[in-house]
């Protein structure tokens, strides 16, 4: 029997091999450069890899094909997720490349170290950061890549796991506070796991859907096209297609942070190198929503009746969950953890409106909302004390006196996080709202008006810390950025205030790119 393989536009994959190839260079070069020079190489490396892919990505741009079997789809909004992803990874390699901030940068050396020990202290002062973290973000970002260019459940399955397992490690090598760290890891793996489970056993009741969908002796499969055709056509029960969505819904809100599958964040955000938090909260939730997407759009829209009531619901829990709980809490990454939360929320509700509109839109919101929390967290990262970074929200009390500049900028990031007009916030949800009211989901918009009304709140208590309380003891100072964060920090900065003031260019970009090929 001859087996024959299927054509493959390796044009097309470009961007994903450059990544999966710089990834296991990466791992070569920590077996073969010396550890002296291992950063250097792998932070250009990272760059120069990311670099390539997005300039493949601009290079495709009109690219709208399926190849590798049905398995991946290179459209629209793959591109521009691809795009978006690209050059978010690019800022938080940056911040994770960062090495004149704190001495050896924000990871152990080495992490199997014990806890506490004389070791674990004298590596903690001295020596420099693990390398093992560009080519894991490498895997991790050629993951992402993948996984909003899939066309079939299987490898969504695989890309969802290759970016996956890398994050579980990164968030496991903090510098400083290693306990918390090792515990926040562990968390996001287990309930990791068993969100992944969720979405395997749904691909499986899909599957067996698709078959009874053909009739007798037909064949099934996970690829979009025979899911979507077997939703619209199939006279067969539909019990195994709405348990089937159910759980790959579990697995795919997992990932994006929606209630009531949130409960890893906050502990993750706060415990992960700062750094790694960052490129989790844009990076990831690009990547997850260009999953969710895929799914609601291509392969179930059929079904949009029956799914749009159950997951609007869960988008106002988001909301609701995200806006409260981020008003209860004192440390600024687990606010922003719950902001995150929020964000989630509002995502889901231009997703939710399945029109070009509503796509181009949430596009458009993941981009603008990468861009301000990586910033945020580049502010962050300065914020120190001898003991590394002070997180408490007490401790920023009075720190516009101490350092105008940096409180001055984290201000402007967080009335972006409120929606103020003149930030990218603000342009971001009254697109999605937008959308959202013209697909007649005005429940949805009612409910995410009320809670960032709700969030910004805890936003502005922030801002009147920074401003209007006197400096005590134990505010800390602000270190002064190397050039990397630096730059992070400014791109950052100025995408939130131009998407604000003049958001027309990549709303367009957006809006051209916003149609699925099936």
Not at 210 to 220: D, E, F, I, K, L
Not at 226 to 239: F, G, H, Q
């Amino acid at each position: 029997m001859d087996f024959e393989l299927p054509p493959i536009d390796y044009a097309a994959l470009s961007p994903i091999l450059i990544l999966f190839g710089a990834s296991l260079l990466g791992v070569l070069v920590e077996a073969f450069v010396p550890r002296a020079r291992r950063h250097l190489v792998q932070l250009i490396l990272g760059l120069l890899a990311v670099v390539a892919a997005l300039v493949m990505v601009v290079l495709n741009a009109n690219d709208r094909l399926v190849t590798a079997a049905a398995a991946v789809a290179v459209d629209g909004p793959t591109l521009f997720l691809q795009g978006a992803i690209l050059v978010l990874a690019g800022m938080a390699l940056l911040l994770i490349g960062e090495r004149t901030v704190q001495r050896g940068g924000a990871f152990v050396a080495h992490a199997a170290v014990t806890v506490g020990s004389a070791e674990d202290q004298r590596q903690a002062a001295d020596e420099g950061g693990a390398t093992e973290v560009y080519p894991l973000t490498l895997f991790a970002i050629s993951g992402m890549l993948l996984f909003v260019a899939a066309n079939d459940l299987l490898t969504m399955f695989i890309a969802l796991e290759a970016f996956s397992l890398p994050l579980y490690l990164l968030c496991a090598l903090a510098r400083r506070r290693r306990l918390l760290s090792q515990e926040a890891a562990l968390k996001y793996f287990l309930l990791g796991s068993y969100a992944s489970a969720f979405f395997l056993f749904g691909m499986a009741l899909i599957y067996g859907f698709t078959v009874g969908a053909g009739g007798p002796g037909s064949g099934g499969g996970v690829d979009f096209g025979t899911i979507r055709t077997a939703v619209s056509d199939s006279s067969a029960s539909p019990v195994l297609l709405f348990a089937g969505l159910a759980m790959l819904s579990v697995g795919l809100l997992f990932k994006i942070a929606a209630a009531p599958f949130h409960v890893w964040t906050p502990d993750v955000y706060q415990g992960a190198p700062t750094p790694i938090t960052g490129f989790m909260a844009a990076c990831t939730k690009v990547a997850a929503f260009g999953g969710l997407l895929r799914v609601l759009h291509v392969a179930f829209s059929g079904a949009s009746w029956d799914f749009i009531p159950v997951l609007g619901t869960v988008a106002v829990l988001t909301m609701l969950v995200g806006a409260i709980l981020a008003v209860t809490q004192t440390d600024i990454k687990r606010l922003l953890a719950y902001s995150s939360v929020a964000n989630a929320g509002y995502l889901l509700v231009g997703a939710l409106a399945l029109s070009k509109d509503g796509l181009s839109s949430t596009m458009f919101y993941l981009v603008a909302y990468g861009f301000t929390v990586l910033a945020a967290f580049g502010v962050v990262t300065l914020v120190r004390d001898a003991d590394g970074e002070a997180t408490h929200l007490s401790r920023w009390a009075g720190l516009g006196r101490r350092s105008p500049l940096y409180a001055g900028l984290f201000t402007f990031l967080l009335l972006a996080f409120a929606g103020i007009p003149l930030t990218s916030g603000f342009t971001s949800k009254f697109a999605v709202f937008g959308a959202a009211l013209d697909a007649g989901q005005t429940w949805l918009v009612v409910a995410g008006v009320l809670t960032s009304m709700i969030l910004a709140f805890p936003y502005l208590r922030v801002v009147v810390m920074m401003w209007l309380s006197e400096p005590g003891e134990s505010t800390p100072t602000v270190s002064l950025p190397g050039g990397l964060t630096a730059t992070a920090l400014a791109i950052g900065v100025l995408a939130t205030l131009v998407l604000g003031v003049a958001p027309a260019p990549l709303l367009d970009l957006a809006n051209g790119a916003a149609e699925f090929v099936r």
